[in-house]
């Protein structure tokens, strides 16, 4: 298929939404391979690393895009900010609705192999990475998430959580604390050594 | 009880952690792609048609298009042509064609004068007295 422009050119995610909005199939399609990923990363590590239904809030969420799409109105919002707010209101019912269940017990990995190999250390060090995200506070989590594995700027997470870019900071500050002691007591078994 | 230094990670290890979690970032599958794409095309608005830029015409073509376009002006021209021809063509031809009806008796080619403008004859009279 011909297209005009890739997922990586430099025409906006406004532009191209505006642009789905008239009817331009190809637009779709750029919205879904830049978006998704994203959307999707960001929400599995919203719900705890669960990725059925990090699939599921993913659908929706872009689903609520493509409907809001005519009325869209260029150099408003962006487009990533106004879906990661989405996202976070999607997981935040989500987990709501399990309460009751102990969300630590589904996203804790079953750890019981030691990694020799540097991809398992990794695949560890993830997951460990997860089950600390998942005790942080909601607002803390999606500060942290966002800045350190999405590399969202701090005036989208300003936008995305409705707050100052100056508590954003201090969010990230407090969340990066939280998880340094969280896994500093994992840091051998991870593979960090005593220096 | 205070934290010590061997209580939390320093900012080196703790983005050890954080580069482990972007690589393992979920790739999304074919089938949410899918899902997303076809959810996309399901609430996507038709494509507007575009306006055509108004034509400007030519001063023929707005001749022709004032006389009811290229048939109008075929039948003309066919007019024209008959006109022509019937202008050129030899009356006595044109008796014949029409059965000796329009000039019976005549048995000259062509008409003369005083055919085609009888009062003519009596011109010349009216000149000599004048």
Redesign the interface.
Known sequence: MDMAFDANSDVTDDALLVA??????EA??L???RL??RV??FS??MLGGD?AE??DV??EA??RL??I??EWRQGEAKVTTWLFHVVRNLCTDRLRKRRGVDIDSIAEPADDAPGAVQGLI??D??????AALNQLPERQRVAVTLR??DGATNPEIAAVLDISVEAVESLTARG??A???L??GR?EELG?GED | MAKTEHDILDDAALEAFFTAGRADTPVPSSDLMARVLADAEAHQSKPRPIARPAQRRSLLAGLIAAIGGWPALAGMATATVAGVWLGFAQPDTLNALAGGTLLPGATETGYELEDLVPSFSNFGAVVEEG
């Open positions: 789905y909005g008239n009817g331009d199939r779709a399609m919205l879904t391979t998704t990923p999707l990363g599995a590590r990725r990090a699939e993913t659908q872009m689903l493509w409907k799409a005519p990794d695949t060090r993830a997951q460990a990475l997860q350190h594995l990066k604390r998880l340094a002691a896994l500093a840091r960090y």
